[in-house]
């Protein structure tokens, strides 16, 4: 089944505490992004990348890094968590670009 | 920052009744998406619409573009009780592999 998966899906956690949210995708996909979304807000891009070793900023990228060594894997990586960083992100991966995306179930952050 | 702006912000329809809603971007753009998303789930995409298309069709729904206005319309015909959902429209840029989404409309069809 094409999916993409995320990992925790519910994470509370208290700030400057570094942590990991993974995602994968078992499409072959060369496009993975990831979103917060915030109430009032909609989805609001952080990262994305066009391909393995290729990332770029979205349009909210303080406070986050994240890696693309393997196509499949899209690591969001929160090194010191403040809790401005409380959302809920998603993550995402298309064919080609940022079209007909695919997203993951969510994961939860809440940092005291 | 937001490129589409929603509206309306809620919708409350009757089964079977036409929903309309729109979205407003401020600048050029190459596509416009539109997705539903469940109950705080993982967005499902539903229709793209390229720059250079006026109207688009899938099933039940119909997405109009006119980049003159720099708006969109989703419709959705004959409504079920499964359209309950927030519907976000995207857009990308020329040149860009950003998406920018609105904030979104939460419709719901009452039974």
């Known amino acids: 089944e094409a999916q993409v998966t995320q990992n925790p899906r519910y994470l509370i956690t208290v700030t400057g505490k570094k942590l990991t949210v993974t995602c994968s995708q078992n499409?072959?996909?060369?496009?993975m992004s990831w979103y917060r979304q915030d109430p009032g807000l909609g989805l609001r891009q952080i990262y994305y990348?066009?391909?393995?070793?290729?990332?770029d900023k979205g349009d909210v990228p303080e406070g986050y890094k994240v890696s693309r060594k393997e196509k499949r894997n899209f690591p969001l990586i929160l090194e010191s968590p403040s809790p401005n960083q409380t959302s809920l992100y998603f993550c995402?991966?298309?064919?080609?670009?940022?079209?007909?995306?695919?997203f993951g179930p969510g994961t939860r952050l809440t940092v005291t | 920052s937001q490129q589409g702006e929603e509206d309306p912000q809620a919708l409350s329809i009757q089964e079977g009744e036409n929903a309309t809603m729109n979205c407003s971007y401020k600048?050029?753009?190459?596509?416009l998406q539109w997705y539903r998303q469940n109950s705080g789930r993982g967005l499902v995409h539903l229709i793209l619409i390229r720059s250079n298309e006026r109207e688009k069709h899938s099933g039940r729904l119909r997405v109009t573009l006119d980049t003159s206005k720099k708006s969109s319309s989703l419709l959705i015909t004959a409504s079920r009780a499964a359209d309950t959902a927030s519907y976000f429209c995207a857009t990308d840029a020329p040149n860009d592999y950003k998406l920018s989404f609105g904030a979104g409309t939460t419709v719901t069809v009452r039974a």
């Open positions: 995402a991966s298309a064919r080609r670009g940022p079209f007909e995306q695919y």
């Open positions: 499409m072959n996909h060369e496009y």
């Open positions: 600048t050029s753009i190459n596509n």
């Open positions: 990348s066009m391909n393995v070793e290729v990332t």
